[in-house]
């Protein structure tokens, strides 16, 4: 039996992750920091520690004994995380927990990278191909802490894939993003101001995210892998879209915000490596998945 | 008054920076795990931390209230570095003293890269443009934690520069590596038996690449920054002139052991930026510098 050990396994996608994880046939352990949420607690044996401890991440490992890893825990505090030096932190507790694992015989890790290791002067983002030049903090972690855990893989003897992740909307979203925020003012009945939204980004629903790191720690892929839908939409037509399934168009304010400096144009996944090597196709259309977000936030 | 801590400062390259790093006109202060050598006491303000253990470097940071920072220390057993995790636990107690430097208000960092970050099917290695593709884990781990470190660096507000160092020789030279066991082949009487070292490597004596180190922290230069000569030498030749140095042409066996699989032919670095920004030449010629490793193997 394969037996998994999911860290970040309460946060936005980890979450998404545990009942994929378990269709597919894994024994689910989660690391948490404190009590896990009261639904989310059937979903996994879970084990309470904090990973940015020095000792954590061996204690964790003896205790769940995992023979696959997936590592989606990191800072992510809205806005911030994209400058903070817990940026750093997270580094180091990534390499602590790959030792561990490897050290006690771990078989496969599957770690949470990012669209925004890649140079972002290239519209469309091919895994290998498009270089790498991170213009934050955090996707310059995300990129060292591949270019050695990659490295490490090879010499220890485990299987490392790299989910690099786009832009996503749904369940427990921090209501200052995007879609969340939309969704939320016209549910109240506010004005929802957004920018021209001209740029073209690749968005999935979490629900897809959480399923597609599930089916790619269930695969034998290695390397980067986009976990994208592959597909470009305007930003303005998510707005839109929002708008018209919440039947309160008229309170959109397209263009009331500023485009912000140096946003690029267009940035979307070739997402071919997942669905093609990993086998992996998302559920949800764009329409869909932002029905089932605004559900969410009715709810 | 500027301040330096180097980490590594008993250390095959660390020992022959301090004395240039106090002729620049720093007050020097040096880690170290136990006692320093009795040659090296007076050259510095001596402390004793581990780097490894995890409040090392913040504590060693509050002792010696650095403005500048020059980290050399790192996992450097014979053969077995190239290869080993300990270069996981390098990367993260690196970041931990960036992280330790910076909230301390340190200005400039130095610390040393390696060119063996470098995609080594390129002859001719130049900052900034020779792709990175590190064949190694020391290599990875190297490249990926300046990644990270730059990108805090410019977040943090202090100035990195990265010293990417190639081939070297000298005192204290580990006994297994080329000129060293050469050398005391020779001076021993004993054959020395060598390839047919028809590879160009830049080669630098260790006292050179100390005293370029100490520049580079003088300096305002940030960035990657080659330390090599940037004059390429077949080992053989290197092999050859020790023999002649040493009087023992006799004792040579070039080509009696098999080349390195995948050893590449050429690898020298474009060091001009280390001449014209940082204003560094070597004082050393290659005979000069060998002879001076003969003089020191002979004492």
């Known amino acids: 039996m394969s037996r998994v050990l999911v860290t970040g396994a309460t946060g936005f996608i980890g979450r998404q992750a545990l009942a994929p994880l378990a269709e597919r046939g894994f024994e689910v352990h ?8 009261q639904e989310l607690a059937p979903l996994a044996t879970w084990h309470r520690f904090d990973l940015l401890s020095p000792e954590a991440a061996a204690d964790a490992v003896a205790e769940a004994a995992p023979t696959h890893l997936l590592h989606l825990a990191w800072y992510a505090e809205h806005g911030v995380f994209w400058s903070s030096p817990e940026n750093l932190r997270w580094v180091e507790a990534s390499l602590r ?20 290791e890649y140079d972002w002067s290239h519209g469309l983002l091919v895994e290998d191909e498009t270089p790498l030049a991170p213009a934050t903090l955090y996707g310059a972690s995300k990129a060292g802490l591949h270019t050695v855990g990659r490295a490490y893989a090879a010499e220890a003897g485990f299987e490392l894939a790299w989910g690099r992740v786009f832009f996503l909307y749904g369940p427990h979203e921090d209501p200052r993003r995007l879609v969340a925020s939309v969704a939320r003012a016209l549910l109240q009945g506010e004005e929802a101001p957004s920018s021209e939204g001209r740029q073209v980004r690749d968005f999935l629903h979490v629900a897809d995210v959480g399923d597609a790191f599930a089916a790619l720690a269930a695969s034998d892929v290695s390397g ?52 093609e090597q990993v086998g992996w196709a998302p559920r949800f259309t764009l329409e869909d998945g932002l029905r089932d977000a605004l559900d969410w936030w009715r709810a």
């Open 30 to 37: 989660a690391l948490a920091r404190g009590e896990p949420p």
């Open 97 to 116: 927990l790959l030792r561990a694992f490897a050290d006690a015989g771990g078989r496969r890790a599957v770690l949470a990278g990012s669209c925004a």
């Open 224 to 275: 980067a892998v986009n976990v994208a839908s592959g597909e470009g939409v305007a930003i303005r037509e998510v707005v839109e879209l929002v708008g018209a399934l919440a039947g309160r168009e008229d309170l959109l304010r397209i263009g009331a915000l500023p485009a912000r400096e140096g946003d690029p144009a267009r940035l979307v996944a070739d997402a071919r490596r997942l669905r």
